[in-house]
């Protein structure tokens, strides 16, 4: 049985799909559209003016036309933002790109006064309005063209801003916030910490290969209660997973020909990764951002001190490692990313490619400053990565004065 986390999820990445809004709103088009000439009879009260077929079906045979020509321009305009942001930024934020609200609803509206149109006309040929058809056909006509206009503003002025660096660069940070928020509040996922595997225990190993996009913790606790086993959680939500590497090791349950399927139905897998239950891809996809912004063949420094400034919010709520004391939680071990992990995972290209740059280097070991006051739990590593920093910067940074510079802005541990 599928839980309600699951399904939560599972409508969630749905709606952000980009034809779910152009699905949806061609359907209300449809049925507007077809069902005026028939509701305008359940209507009693008759309308005393006329307004013939050729007064309508002008207005629609020009919005038919138009919505068409910006319909293709949208469409035109998204592929080139989302080229521009895999060519400047990284390819991993094309999935943020996807799921913009405001391109997928102009888009929708457009497509949707596009359908409306076409079968309004067709309508008016066959003569399935009436008088009263007519009148609210016109009605919902000058109501949609409303929508478009206001539609198409909005359009218009987020095309400004959309698939620019700063727009990717806020789209991938919002994903990590969110995704670290989520990782702060429950970090084993409604589990208990992960501990060593018991010997004897049995390796459920993976039947395809990609990477866990989410783990079912709510579905492995029901089928331990049921067939009274203990679940050892061996591959988490941004594990690249095959048929050699197992998803979890189970304790129990020997003879249960269904066990097996029914823990395995916990984990999603796919072709790629997903930022929404993943905290290190966000991470991950800020430091290529930087990476390739600090390349020989970009050299955009202002660019990588822009996302240190993201990684800074980003790594903010990133919760200690502290073993649960809840003795209520199931018999599901889960384990997770440890701190060292999630913080090198962004500043690392960073670290490398960076230092032999002044502005960047200093802003980095800021950066590293504020994260030893913001994390007391991470100062073993951000004490790592300064020192590794200081390496990088005295053998890349070639100007004397630049690296006196520098390295007098490194910040006290006092």
């Given at each position: 049985m599928i839980s309600k986390a699951r399904i939560g999820w599972l409508l969630r990445r749905i709606v952000r799909q980009i034809w779910f809004r152009a699905a949806l709103i061609s359907v209300m088009s449809v049925v507007v559209?077809?069902?005026?000439?028939?509701?305008?009879?359940?209507?009693p009260y008759h309308f005393t003016g006329d307004i013939g077929q050729d007064a309508v079906g002008t207005v629609l045979e020009i919005m038919a036309s138009?919505?068409?020509?910006?319909?293709?321009?949208?469409?035109?305009?998204?592929?080139?933002?989302?080229?521009?942001?895999?060519?400047?930024?990284?390819?991993r934020a094309?999935?943020?790109?996807?799921?913009?609200?405001?391109?997928?609803?102009?888009?929708?509206?457009?497509?949707?006064?596009?359908?409306?149109?076409?079968?309004?006309?067709?309508?008016?040929?066959?003569?399935?309005?009436?008088?009263?058809?007519?009148?609210?056909?016109?009605?919902?006509?000058?109501?949609?063209?409303?929508l478009v206009v206001i539609t198409l503003l909005r359009w218009i002025a987020h095309l400004a801003s959309f698939g620019r660096m700063s727009d990717v660069i806020d789209r991938v940070e919002n994903a990590a916030c969110s995704a670290m928020a989520?990782?702060?509040?429950?970090?084993?996922?409604?589990g208990r910490p992960a501990g060593p595997v018991p010997p004897g225990a049995r390796a459920l190993p993976a039947k395809s290969i990609g990477y866990v996009t989410h783990v079912d913790?709510?579905?492995?606790?029901?089928?331990?209660?049921?067939?009274?086993?203990?679940?050892?959680?061996?591959?988490?939500?941004?594990?690249?997973?095959?048929?050699?590497?197992?998803?979890?090791?189970?304790?129990?349950?020997?003879?249960?020909?269904?066990?097996?399927?029914?823990?395995?139905?916990?984990?999603?897998?796919?072709?790629?990764?997903?930022?929404?239950?993943?905290?290190?891809?966000?991470?991950?996809?800020?430091?290529?951002?930087?990476?390739?912004?600090?390349?020989?063949?970009?050299?955009?420094?202002?660019?990588?001190?822009?996302?240190?400034?993201a990684l800074l919010r980003s790594l903010a709520e990133l919760p200690a490692q502290a073993p649960s004391s809840d003795q209520d939680l199931p018999q599901v071990y889960v384990p997770r990313p440890t701190v060292d992990e999630l913080v090198r995972a962004g500043l690392s290209p960073i670290l490398r490619d960076g230092a032999g740059d002044e502005?960047?280097?200093?802003?980095?070991?800021?950066?590293?400053?504020?994260?030893?006051?913001?994390l007391p739990h991470a100062a073993a590593t951000i004490r790592d990565l300064e020192a590794e920093l200081t390496a990088n910067v005295e053998r890349m940074m070639a100007d004397e004065a630049a690296l006196a510079r520098t390295l007098k802005a490194k910040p006290d541990r006092a």
């Open positions: 559209a077809a069902f005026a000439g028939i509701v305008a009879r359940l209507i138009s919505m068409l020509a910006v319909t293709t321009f949208s469409l035109t305009a998204m592929v080139s933002a989302y080229s521009s942001a895999t060519q400047l930024a990284t390819p094309t999935q943020l790109m996807i799921s913009d609200r405001m391109s997928q609803n102009a888009l929708s509206t457009f497509l949707g006064a596009f359908i409306f149109s076409v079968v309004g006309i067709i309508g008016l040929q066959t003569r399935l309005y009436g008088g009263q058809g007519r009148v609210l056909l016109l009605i919902a006509t000058i109501l949609l063209v409303t989520a990782f702060a509040a429950d970090p084993y996922g409604g913790v709510a579905h492995l606790a029901a089928q331990a209660r049921q067939y009274d086993v203990a679940v050892h959680v061996g591959a988490i939500p941004g594990t690249m997973v095959h048929k050699g590497r197992p998803l979890l090791h189970v304790i129990g349950g020997e003879g249960e020909e269904c066990l097996d399927d029914a823990l395995a139905a916990a984990f999603s897998i796919e072709r790629h990764r997903s930022f929404d239950h993943d905290p290190r891809l966000g991470l991950i996809a800020l430091g290529e951002i930087a990476g390739r912004a600090l390349s020989a063949a970009v050299n955009d420094p202002g660019t990588a001190i822009e996302v240190l400034n502005e960047v280097a200093i802003r980095t070991f800021k950066t590293l400053a504020a994260l030893r006051e913001t």
